[in-house]
């Protein structure tokens, strides 16, 4: 059997920008887990893999520190430097010559794979061939040219060309290969391409496939994944989040402070569509705890700062894999639920925005200068975090839903005890590379009481001097969070 593999992951993930700034494409997380731990989860679950090299780049050392030697992932990790990712994916590969004296796996670090047939591969144990190269029929033929194209004659690959102008067929090349030692010395020997003057690996194989006894097709299945850019990304995040988002459990957490009159309505609301309703009671003086908890929610009682505190704390709390606030006054309502759970599938948060007018019920403090100072400041927010193309129109609206994994990144740079934590999220979404959605949700009047932070005008400069003293600290805190 294959008992090692080799991972190329040093390349550089131009066009991912600015996910890559600062991070390693191949860190990338996807449903809460990097690209490249997938990869080795993969080689060793399917095709029984302990022995990993995995080629890294300049951010190499970020790698080595959320892997380690690989003994807690049941694999033994070695690492080769790449000084210059500019050198190519063959050059890279080239670089492993010494490590390798038996055929081996290749698992490109940036690609993903879901549901697939890897494990078939070990049938190819023994045959004889210089290399193996997993296809996969597509009706997408942009991907194809984006990744390479093969012709496949009587059983065995005879072209190979890279990011083709021309399709012939419906076979898009992937980078899962069986390689034997000598493809090394075929890569010493190959010209560099006139398309990019370096020694490309997809022209190394089709020289490979003239001759014999050549390469092989590996007819792969499953869902498959080439991240290059934001946009690829975005899509397999959107792909696998839809494929688990129904599996995943869902809390509710409502920061509540003498809400007797209201939490029941809100818990018996949302507790019929979701797994967990949490109220966290910041020491009510009425008897919001016991309402609640009669009405079937989950109560936690603390005594803390404030508003924003008390948020924080039912978020670290909550038991879903999906995290949603909502208001204990009743001003936000379960039917929105299912539209941030849908646009969650292609964000790590999505957040709402109560600045639609036909969705805003009248009576409502969301009227004039509150209006405008959410849009306000919303913009300013757009403004100073320009580079990441946010879009906001309203950064008081508490009703919101985001990942546990998201908000396990945002977590560090969380520190508002009041109503500023709501853009403080906003911001630390961006600041930690994540995306971001908004969407309208219905906004009504508050049931019983008044609003702790809008009630009159002296209220509401107090809240809006809060958020925008901890919005331009943000901004004046240098870099941003690694994933």
């Not at 080239?94 to 290749?106: A, G, K, N, S, V």
């Not at 990144?409 to 906003?426: A, C, N, Q, V, Y």
């Not at 008044?450 to 003293?469: D, F, P, Q, V």
Request: glycine letters at 8%.
């Amino acid at each position: 059997m294959f008992e090692q593999a080799l991972i190329p992951a040093a390349g550089q993930g131009v066009r991912a920008y600015p996910k890559t700034n600062r991070l390693p494409k191949v860190l990338l997380e996807i449903d809460g887990k990097p690209l490249l731990l997938r990869n080795i989860e993969l080689l060793r679950d399917s095709l029984g893999v302990r022995s990993i090299t995995i080629v890294v780049g300049p951010l190499g050392d970020q790698v080595r520190a959320r892997l380690g030697d690989g003994g807690r992932f049941g694999v033994e990790l070695r690492y080769v430097e790449c000084p210059d990712p500019r050198i190519g994916l063959a050059r890279g590969i080239l670089l492993c010559r010494d490590l390798f004296r038996e055929p081996f796996i290749t698992i490109l670090g940036d690609e993903l794979y879901a549901n697939s047939n890897h494990s078939r591969l070990a049938e190819l144990y023994g045959r004889p061939f210089d290399a193996v190269c997993a296809v996969m029929r597509t009706t997408d033929l942009h991907q194809i040219k984006r990744n390479y194209s093969v012709q496949i004659e009587d059983g065995r690959i005879v072209s190979l060309v890279e990011k083709p102008l021309e399709i012939r067929n419906d076979l898009l090349g992937c980078g899962t290969y069986l390689f034997t030692p000598g493809i090394f010395d075929a890569i010493a020997g190959g010209k560099p391409s006139p398309r990019t003057g370096r020694v490309e690996l997809t022209d190394v194989l089709d020289g490979l496939a003239q001759g014999a006894p050549g390469v092989l097709p590996f007819f792969l299945e499953g869902m498959y994944f080439n991240i290059n850019t934001t946009d690829d990304y975005n899509y397999a995040q959107f792909q696998m989040r839809s494929a688990v988002i129904g599996r995943r459990k869902v809390s509710v957490v409502i920061p509540a402070y003498n809400e007797e009159h209201s939490i029941g309505y809100v818990v018996r609301d949302f507790r019929p569509a979701v797994d967990e309703v949490l109220v966290v009671d910041n020491s009510s003086k009425d008897n919001t705890a016991e309402v609640a908890r009669q009405a079937g929610a989950r109560v936690v009682t603390v005594r803390l700062k404030g508003y924003g505190d008390t948020i924080r704390h039912g978020l670290d709390c909550a038991v879903g894999d999906i995290l949603v606030v909502a208001e204990a006054d009743y001003s936000f309502r379960a039917r929105d639920l299912s539209k941030l759970l849908e646009y969650l599938k292609d964000a790590d948060m999505v957040v709402g925005t109560r600045t639609t007018r036909e969705m805003v019920e009248q009576g409502t403090n969301m009227r004039g200068p509150v209006r405008w100072g959410n849009v306000i400041v919303a913009k300013l927010v757009e403004l100073l975090w320009w580079n990441l193309q946010p879009r906001f129109t309203d950064v008081g609206c508490t009703y919101r839903a985001l990942w546990r994994d998201a908000y396990r990144k945002m977590r560090p740079l969380l520190t508002g005890t009041g109503p500023e934590l709501s853009p403080e999220m906003m911001v630390a979404v961006l600041k930690s590379q994540q995306r971001v959605i908004e969407v309208p949700v219905s906004y009504h009047r508050r049931l019983g009481g008044e609003s702790k932070h809008s009630a009159n005008y002296w209220r509401i400069g107090r809240t809006a001097l809060r958020m925008l003293r901890t919005i331009l600290r943000h901004r004046l805190m240098s870099g941003a969070l690694h994933q």
